[in-house]
């Protein structure tokens, strides 16, 4: 089997989603030029093969290209556009949230609204609170949006793929930590369904619920407390929104005992609406109270012990699973 960085995973995709479907176009800052032809990012090399008017690099201003994705959409293309950093969503939001997210809504289900919003996330590469904040849980928050946050780079391959041929606008986010880890991926053609989360390793004791770059944290805690012998089960929800709240609730129901661990700052966080979603749904399951373990509440720094401090750890999660067990 291949393995590839998810930047190149996700090259792939749209390599792949652009060849079967003329319909497909990607735009945005730099896309396929500049920082972008390093060969482990999502948009090298797509230029030479497709054109300049299928791979748009545009000006500086994300409200310019969310709404040049939504025009593109309503006119019946498929747009992928690129936002560089999670945290320039707020300028692209009254075109997202405003318009992409509510005119399907507004026709009565009458028109698609078919639209993937790319963007970068994550901490840990030294850029700071104004590149690296995590905001999730804003978009997941907008009914109308699909919120889609890949941990592994097979995943991504196989959720843009689904997420391009969805009808409805999807946020894709990225771990920009993760371009650079070789991981396994399947050749060839294969989709990732859109609101399925998945097992990542299966325990008795305690369920840690999880996505995107915080899976590796969570597979190294339960690597080290498996040789104390207590069994973690991982669970990727792959996708924030549809919550798959089925996978959840089975994997609570088995441990009795759940951790929330996610790298956004913790007060109005995702894990969150998982704890509320066992509360409501599955409190009678519970053994002991659960836990969260997130990002503080502070911009994430750019020095670099800051900002080691700011990204949650293994011992951490250790910790917390220790509590309640």
């Known amino acids: 089997m291949q393995k590839l960085g998810m930047g190149q995973a996700i090259n792939q995709a749209l390599r792949e989603e652009m060849r079967r479907d003329p ?19 999502p948009t090298h090399g797509l230029l030479e093969e497709f054109g300049p008017k299928r791979v748009k690099d545009t000006p500086v201003s994300e409200a310019a290209i969310a709404g040049l994705a939504v025009g593109a959409a309503e006119a019946g293309l498929r747009p992928v556009v690129e936002i560089m950093f999670n945290p320039f969503f707020t300028l692209a939001s009254d075109m997202i949230v405003n318009h992409a997210a509510k005119l399907r809504y507004l026709s009565g289900g009458k028109s698609t609204f078919p639209l993937v919003v790319r963007m970068k996330s994550g901490a840990g590469i030294g850029a700071g609170c104004q590149h690296s904040h995590n905001l999730e849980a804003w978009v997941a928050h907008c009914p109308g949006l699909k919120v ?33 880890a070789p991981m396994p991926v399947p050749e060839g053609e294969y989709l990732t369904p859109i609101g399925k989360a998945e097992v990542k390793r299966p325990g008795t004791d305690v369920t840690v619920v999880t996505w995107s770059g915080m899976l590796g944290v969570a597979m190294a805690a339960a690597e080290k407390l498996a040789q104390e012998g207590v069994e973690v089960e991982i669970v990727d929800l792959r996708t924030l929104v549809p919550l798959d709240k089925e996978a959840i609730l089975a994997s609570v129901a088995k441990t009795g005992r759940l951790v929330v661990l996610h790298e956004a700052t913790r007060t109005g966080g995702f894990g969150g609406e998982v704890a509320a979603v066992v509360m409501e749904e599955g409190f009678n399951l519970l053994k002991a109270p659960l836990r969260r373990v997130t990002g503080p509440d502070i911009p994430v720094p750019a020095s670099p012990p800051l900002e080691r401090f700011y990204i949650p750890g293994d011992d951490q999660l250790i910790a917390a699973i220790k509590e309640i067990l």
């Open 148 to 180: 889609v946050m890949p941990a592994t780079a097979a995943d991504a391959k196989g959720l843009l793929k689904s997420a391009i041929r969805d009808d409805n606008p999807v946020i894709f986010i990225e771990h920009m930590g993760l371009y650079f």
């Open 23 to 41: 319909n497909v176009f990607i735009a945005g800052e730099g896309v396929g030029v500049s920082i972008h032809l390093n060969p482990m990012f």
